[in-house]
């Protein structure tokens, strides 16, 4: 089949017809959107075009939107690229979305979701399914989500809510809170000089490992101590299935039953 290719040099509106199965995006600066839609097509509308055009392509059901080559070889040259873009995909589509700067929005999916960002804010919000989000500097927020996440961040914050069966979350120093609305089948949480925030329905129904070296240690209230320098070292077992496991070296960890209003 062939492809359709659309170059946006100011602003413009592409209807791409269905199926559309699979939505690539990679975007310098700006902001992009990507929104469930109730049919099988696509639209992308593209407003505030600076520096290379934004190209659209369609094939074989997987649309592109970004920029013309390879976008990761293009990065240095392409720093005063930017767009504001909104694309409109059927719910169940597979999504992988990348950006540098840009401030991103993925909403209502509920296909595989792979989402990364170097300095710019993304939010992934009431999306199912498997989800994978990675940050440098930029805020990452997963709001809502059902399905299996897993998360990584250099320094910038990482929030991850929901009803989520297996988290696997790691920082460096960025801070790090998951609040799940549900029990975990397993969560594990890591970070090196982050606070790491894990609240639960129930924290003593929870089976919790946690190696501190460092740093406060507050689990459901109670504040354990280091009295052997040596670090914190948990092993905690419960009654049910749901398991958790932590690691960090210097900041501080938090466990807690309940959950926040503001997720």
Same mark, same amino acid.
């Given at each position: 089949?062939?492809?359709?290719?659309?170059?946006?040099?100011?602003?413009?509106?592409?209807?791409?017809?269905?199926?559309? *199965?699979?939505?690539?995006?990679?975007?310098?600066? %700006?902001?992009?959107?990507?929104?469930?839609?109730? %049919?099988?097509?696509?639209?992308?509308?593209?407003?505030?075009?600076?520096?290379?055009?934004?190209?659209?392509?369609?094939?074989?059901?997987?649309?592109?939107? %970004?920029?013309?080559?390879?976008?990761?070889?293009?990065?240095?040259?392409?720093?005063?690229?930017?767009?504001?873009?909104?694309? *409109?995909?059927?719910?169940?589509?597979?999504?992988?979305?990348?950006?540098?700067?840009?401030?991103?929005?993925?909403?209502?999916?509920?296909?595989?979701?792979?989402?990364?960002?170097?300095?710019?804010?993304?939010?992934?919000?009431?999306?199912?399914?498997?989800?994978?989000?990675?940050?440098?500097?930029?805020?990452?927020?997963?709001?809502?989500?059902?399905?299996?996440?897993?998360?990584?961040?250099?320094?910038?914050?990482?929030?991850?809510?929901?009803?989520?069966?297996?988290?696997?979350?790691?920082?460096?120093?960025?801070?790090?809170?998951?609040?799940?609305?549900?029990?975990?089948?397993?969560?594990?949480?890591?970070?090196?000089?982050?606070?790491?925030?894990?609240?639960?329905?129930?924290?003593?129904?929870?089976?919790?490992?946690?190696?501190?070296?460092? %740093?406060?240690?507050?689990?459901?209230?109670?504040?354990?101590?280091?009295?052997?320098?040596?670090?914190?070292?948990?092993?905690?077992?419960?009654?049910?299935?749901?398991?958790? *496991?932590?690691? *960090?070296?210097?900041?501080?960890?938090?466990?807690?039953?309940?959950?926040?209003?503001?997720?």
């Amino acid at each position: 089949m062939s492809q359709d290719v659309w170059s946006i040099k100011d602003e413009g509106t592409v209807p791409v017809g269905g199926p559309v *199965t699979a939505l690539e995006v990679g975007l310098v600066g %700006g902001r992009v959107d990507v929104v469930a839609g109730d %049919g099988p097509g696509a639209r992308v509308e593209v407003h505030d075009v600076h520096g290379h055009p934004v190209e659209v392509s369609s094939k074989n059901g997987k649309l592109k939107v %970004g920029y013309r080559g390879s976008f990761v070889a293009h990065l240095g040259q392409r720093g005063r690229d930017r767009a504001d873009v909104q694309i *409109t995909v059927p719910a169940d589509v597979a999504v992988n979305l990348g950006v540098v700067k840009a401030d991103g929005l993925v909403a209502g999916i509920r296909g595989k979701i792979k989402a990364s960002t170097v300095s710019g804010p993304v939010v992934v919000d009431q999306c199912e399914g498997e989800l994978e989000v990675s940050t440098v500097s930029g805020e990452m927020v997963v709001r809502d989500h059902t399905g299996d996440v897993k998360a990584s961040s250099v320094s910038g914050p990482l929030t991850v809510s929901g009803a989520v069966p297996v988290l696997e979350a790691s920082t460096v120093s960025g801070d790090l809170l998951a609040d799940l609305t549900v029990a975990p089948r397993t969560a594990t949480l890591s970070g090196v000089s982050a606070d790491v925030t894990l609240r639960v329905p129930d924290a003593d129904e929870l089976a919790l490992r946690l190696n501190a070296a460092t %740093g406060r240690v507050v689990v459901d209230g109670a504040e354990h101590t280091d009295v052997r320098h040596k670090g914190v070292v948990l092993d905690r077992r419960a009654g049910g299935d749901s398991k958790a *496991t932590i690691n *960090t070296v210097s900041g501080a960890v938090t466990v807690l039953s309940g959950r926040t209003a503001d997720a």
